[in-house]
Structure formats: structure tokens, C-alpha cells
């Protein structure tokens, strides 16, 4: 069974501070790794994604992710936050046969200035 | 850029009431979803369809569950007679293909549902 852990519930950094929110997960296979975002009031976007194509993957907004299979994990990192990176950040694992998502439970990332 | 809608933002219902959210997937889309997030919980799959069938449920989309695409742009998500637990935030993603797990859900912004 693949799930996600993201082991920080809260993150605050200040403004122009870099940015690390953790994820590991657990697969059985190659899995597809996914980080989106959520502001208030608005639909799940993607941030970015892991295809097996490159290790170190880049998104929008600066955002960029590294998978490394040897620990098991897929954190998401920016090197300067700004006060529009503030909402809530999942990590979510598909794969194995099957196209449903699976997320973490969600850090909610609050940027002060 | 087109995205996914869902109406209404927020329905307020009674008990044992029959609901129904509606979403707009992206046009040109094909693969359809429900997922669930009950307040201070994971999102939650919910069920997929596509070709005006399920292709895949979890164990949470009981008999009280059903989805239809009653039309070329709308998607239906009915709880038959709804209960306290059924409260929470509902998400309908649209997806353009299912060739690989890679292909990229889009999400619409939710909606919250109350039981009372």
C-alpha cells in the first residue's frame, strides 16, 4: 500500500527566508510524486511533479523538490519565501496500477514578514 | 487557463436530506474524480469514472454514493440520505488522460458541506 507522511503540520519562516517542507512516503513501486498548494479559498494547484525522469524537479514559483528513493522522500524546498507563498502545502503519491491520489496530511506554510 | 468549477461553495443540509455538488471539469478532459476532506483529515479518494462509468471506488463510496455525468459538461457527486460524518469539504478533479500515473489532476476549489 503506498501512503505519504509529511511530518511537519506548521511551518513559519519569514519573508525572503528559504523555504523546506518535508515529505516521505512509502511505496511498493515507482511511485509519481506530486506537491500542491492550497489558498484560502481556492482549488488544489500543482506545484510540481516527479515522473522518474529527473531526480531534482523544478515547479512554479520557485518551488523545486528532490526525490530521493534511498530515503524514501520528496521535500519541497524554495530558497526565498515571500508573503504569497503562505497556504497549505500537500504531498501526494500515485501509482501501482492504480491513478487515485493518496495525500498527506497537509503543512500549512505561514510566511511572516 | 481553464479550470474546474464546483457549485455551490458551501450547502447546509438536514440530516437523512438527499444532496447533490455539481462540478465543471475542464472541457476537454476525460477522466473525472471525488475526494473528501473531513475538517483536520487527509484528502480522502473518493471514486473515479470515466466513459460514464466508475472505474475505480473507495471503500468510503457506499450505496449512499452515486456520480453521473448527466450531460457533455457537468459531474455529479448525490449522497442519498446524509449523515453527521458525510460533513466535510468535497474536491472533483478533472484529468486530461490516464495513459500513466503521471497525468496531472486538476483540482477545483471545494465544496463545504454541513449536516446538521
Known amino acids: 500500500a503506498q501512503s505519504v507522511t509529511q511530518l511537519d503540520s506548521h511551518v513559519s519562516v519569514s519573508e525572503g527566508t528559504p523555504v523546506l517542507l518535508r515529505c516521505n512516503y512509502s511505496?511498493?513501486?515507482?511511485?509519481?510524486l506530486f506537491w500542491y498548494v492550497q489558498h484560502p479559498n481556492k482549488g488544489l494547484q500543482l506545484l510540481l511533479k516527479?515522473?522518474?525522469?529527473?531526480?531534482l524537479v523544478k515547479g512554479i514559483n520557485g518551488f523545486e523538490a528532490e526525490f530521493k528513493k534511498s530515503e524514501t522522500s520528496f521535500h519541497l524546498t524554495k530558497p526565498s519565501a515571500h508573503m504569497s507563498d503562505a497556504a497549505e502545502y500537500f504531498c501526494?503519491?500515485?501509482?501501482?496500477?492504480?491513478?487515485?491520489?493518496?495525500f498527506g496530511t497537509g503543512t500549512r506554510l505561514k510566511v511572516l514578514a | 487557463e481553464p479550470e474546474v468549477t464546483q457549485t455551490p461553495s458551501h450547502q447546509v443540509t438536514q440530516m437523512g436530506q438527499e444532496v447533490i455538488l455539481r462540478c465543471v471539469p475542464i472541457?476537454?478532459?476525460?477522466?473525472f474524480y471525488w475526494y473528501r476532506q473531513i475538517l483536520g483529515q487527509k484528502v480522502e479518494f473518493l471514486v473515479s469514472?470515466?466513459?460514464?462509468?466508475?472505474?475505480?471506488k473507495s471503500e468510503i463510496f457506499d450505496d449512499q454514493f452515486s456520480v453521473e455525468r448527466p450531460d457533455g459538461s457537468n459531474f455529479t457527486l448525490k449522497i442519498r440520505s446524509t449523515k453527521l460524518e458525510d460533513s466535510a469539504m468535497y474536491f472533483c478533479?478533472?484529468?486530461?488522460?490516464?495513459?500513466?500515473?503521471?497525468?496531472?489532476?486538476?483540482f477545483g476549489p471545494g465544496t463545504r458541506l454541513t449536516v446538521l
Open positions: 516527479y515522473t522518474s525522469a529527473a531526480t
Open positions: 511505496s511498493s513501486y515507482s511511485p509519481s
Open positions: 501526494v503519491v500515485s501509482g501501482s496500477g492504480t491513478y487515485k491520489y493518496i
Open positions: 469514472f470515466y466513459n460514464n462509468e466508475i472505474s475505480e
Open positions: 478533479a478533472s484529468s486530461e488522460d490516464r495513459v500513466s500515473s503521471t497525468d496531472t489532476q486538476y
Open positions: 472541457s476537454n478532459h476525460l477522466y
